[in-house]
């Protein structure tokens, strides 16, 4: 069977050749996990997508003691979900489930950096 390609907008392989940890960017890691699942390897897919929920929800907790980062806590845990989405879709036998739950993750990611800019903003 031909492998298939990256995903329109993914730059072929590039994050899976950088250590996970310079992986930073929410495209470059929706990015490896489509990598991730073209390889057909459903346990990695997950781990990566749960230690982003993991990481997600840490941050929320930290910016929830904070009044003044409300916005940004509450983004951060609508991304914690969408990851967590993410990761209930990895492996599925239907790529629909995994495609929404990729669109849930780019949108909620985009909420969280314009929370972040807001907030930066402010005076």
């Not at 489509?34 to 990481?55: C, I, S």
């Amino acid at each position: 069977a031909p492998k298939a390609r990256p995903r329109r907008g993914c730059r072929g392989l590039t994050p899976l050749r950088r250590p996970l940890g310079e992986v930073t960017a929410a495209s470059d890691i929706v990015c490896l996990l489509d990598a991730l699942r073209r390889g057909d390897r459903q346990r990695p897919e997950r781990e990566v997508a749960n230690a982003l929920v993991r990481a997600h929800g840490r941050a929320a907790r930290r910016l929830s003691d904070h009044p003044e980062a409300a916005e940004m806590a509450a983004a951060t845990r609508r991304s914690a979900t969408a990851y967590r989405t993410l990761a209930r879709a990895a492996g599925g036998r239907s790529s629909r489930p995994w495609n929404r739950a990729r669109q849930a993750v780019r949108r909620a990611d985009a909420a969280l950096a314009e929370a972040i800019a807001a907030h930066n903003a402010a005076p």
